[in-house]
Structures are given as C-alpha cells and as structure tokens.
C-alpha cells in the first residue's frame, strides 16, 4: 500500500486513530521480545517522517554482529545497488514509483524480492547460503510471489490455465510478467495459450510493463510470431565437427525438429518412442532433425551409437537456434510441412505421434 505525504504530516484524524491502534499494540506486547516493539516503532516513525522518495526499505537483521565487515546493497531489480556497512537497523531510500522487484546483496548473498510502493520493514538473518526472511510489512506482494512459488514447486500449477488465471489476477504488477516465465518453461508450444496471455498485454491498458521480465513477454511475442522455418536456410554442426545447410528434399512432406540433450529423462524416453515409430514417421515422409544443445559432440555420438538411433543429429553451436526460436524447456519438437509452415509445437512427442498417424 503506498502513502501520501500530504496525508501522513496532515491528516490528524489519521494520526490519532494510527496512535490508539498502536497503543492497542503496545498494550498487547506484555513481555513479547522487544525487537517486536522496536519493529512497530519505526514503522510508526516512517509514517511520519517526510520520504522524498517513494519507496523506503528498513532492513533489519537478526545477526549483523557476525558480519561487521560486510555490506549491504539494494536496487531497483537490473539497476546498480547503493551499498553500506552491515548494521542491525539500515535504511534505504528508492525513487520508483511503481511496485516491482529489487536485488539485495548481503554479506555475499543476494535475493530477489517483490516490493510495493510504500515504508516497508524487512526482518531476516544472514546464514551460510543465504538471506532468510522472518517478515516483511507492508509488502503483500513479498507474500503473492511466495504463494505462487509455493503453488508451482507443489504441482498445483499444473495446467496452462492455472498459469493464465494467475497471470490475469496481477496483470497490474511485476509478478505476472514472472509468471509468464514459469509458464514459458513448461507450455511455450502451447499456442492456444501463448496467445491468450499475449492478448491480456494487447488488451489491458493497466498491464504492468516495468520491469526487466518484461524480456518474458518479448519471449511469448517471439514464439506467437514464428509461423515458418525456412528449412534450406538451417545452418547446423554435424557430429563430426562440420557446418552444412539442410537441404530440403523432394521426397519430404514434413520436417520433425527434436530440440534436446544427453542428460535430459524425458528426451531419452521419447527417443525410444521416437524409435519404435521410425518406420511409420519414415513411411508419412517426416525427416527428423535432431538438434542437440550439449557441447561435446562425444557425449552425443556416444548415445546415439549405443542406441543405434538412424535418424540425423546435429549440435546447436552456442545455443544459437535454441535462442532464436525461443526455447527454453526440452524436449521441444517443431513439425513443419515442406514449405516450412509450423503445423505443430509441443513438448512431448506423443503429440507429434497423435498429429502423424492421423494424416490422410
């Protein structure tokens, strides 16, 4: 929630009102530990206190005395951090105006955290990896994300429209531009979706555009753009160290790309799939295009051997193809007719395998 200075210097209604919830509180405490106090107190004097810029950090730390010779920095998520002495109580002042994420480096550690507009106090202790957060006040994005972290690590995002319901309900924040991410790395070749998430930022004149994620969104636009692959314009690596063009062949209807990686489970268990229907693929004229992100051409003619697999592989220098067609999660397979026209994208081959055996 944010505040206005105006109303925090002027509003003496509001300030006494703050004054008697606060003396509820204290009133509360009895012997509860005094940091608790010390925490409501300088969220009341930040209240007060005139705040040129927009946003004010209190950060709060638990053990600082162990690390007396280390810095804190925070900034704008992407910005350059401001830096200063590790100490029990630092204070950090942000010109944004808009909710979003900001960077914290502690001690060595950093952290990402969704941020409001608006004083807020963040209580935590430096560990041996990491920054862990007891509470933050007044930020009920810090809590949105990690009830969505917790709903995607849990499996309850388990469908595309989990992830467009979610992305919906904070199109006004930073935390769907994320979401789009999380999405992306499991449905980027679901189109119905990609383009239902593209319309909600075509469409909403409230969508939040503020943030570095917003490259998710340059990625959904990306892949909802690319329609056709000009197949004789592929140049690739072949296992044996050597660059060609695909050469587009008469014979072929359609071009099956297998985007994927040695050490990859469900890339070697569509493989076999893959392999028990070379002769069904072979006789619907599909040429398949394995496209391998790994780096030792070693590792990938190693399993191809020891599984006799007849179809082409290729190495992706650099990630180079990867990175041009947006692909982020494996397998990734792009079937394209003979003149290069996408028919279908998906991330398991049974949908390429449903696809092809229902052809006329």
């Not at 100490?87 to 941020?115: G, M, Q, V, W």
């Not at 924040?173 to 790395?185: D, Q, R, T, V």
């Not at 119905?192 to 930022?201: F, G, M, P, Q, T």
């Amino acid at each position: 929630m944010g505040y206005s200075n105006a109303l925090m210097l002027y509003d003496f209604d509001h300030i006494a009102e703050i004054r008697y919830s606060v003396t509820n509180e204290l009133l509360k405490l009895n012997y509860k530990d005094m940091r608790t106090l010390f925490t409501i107190l300088i969220l009341v004097l930040i209240r007060f206190q005139i705040v040129q810029s927009q946003t004010s950090i209190t950060l709060i730390i638990t053990n600082a005395d162990d690390f007396k010779n280390k810095e804190i920095g925070v900034s704008e998520y992407g910005l350059e951090p401001k830096f200063q002495p590790v100490k029990d109580t630092s204070y950090f002042h942000l010109d944004n105006k808009e909710p979003t994420f900001y960077s914290f480096y502690i001690a060595d550690r950093n952290f990402k955290i969704c941020l409001s507009q608006g004083p807020v106090i963040i209580r935590g202790a430096i560990e041996s990896e990491q920054f862990v957060v007891d509470t933050v006040i007044n930020a009920p994005l810090y809590y949105e994300r990690a009830r969505f972290i917790h709903m995607v690590s849990n499996g309850e995002a388990n469908g595309p429209e989990h992830y467009l319901q979610y992305i919906k309900s904070n199109i006004a924040n930073p935390l769907a531009l994320e979401a789009i991410g999380a999405f992306l790395f499991t449905f980027q070749n679901n189109r119905e979706y990609v383009d239902a998430i593209y319309s909600l930022y075509e469409n909403d004149e409230k969508a939040y555009k503020g943030s570095p994620d917003i490259r998710n969104f340059e990625r959904l636009s990306k892949i909802r753009n690319l329609k056709h692959i000009d197949i004789d314009k592929l140049s690739l690596i072949n296992l044996k160290g050597a660059r060609s063009l695909i050469e587009r062949r008469e014979d072929t209807d359609y071009y099956l790309i297998d985007f994927w990686f040695v050490n990859c489970p469900p890339c070697v268990s569509d493989h076999i799939e893959i392999m028990k229907d070379f002769q069904v693929l072979k006789g619907r004229n599909v040429r398949i295009l394995g496209v391998s992100i790994d780096k030792n051409p070693l590792d990938v003619q190693s399993y191809v051997d020891k599984h006799n697999y007849p179809w082409e592989q290729y190495l992706d220098e650099n990630h180079s193809l990867t990175s041009q067609f947006s692909i982020s999660s494996f397998p990734s397979y792009i079937l394209l007719n003979s003149d290069g026209k996408i028919i279908l994208s998906s991330n398991q081959y049974k949908d390429i395998k449903s696809y092809i055996r229902n052809l006329k």
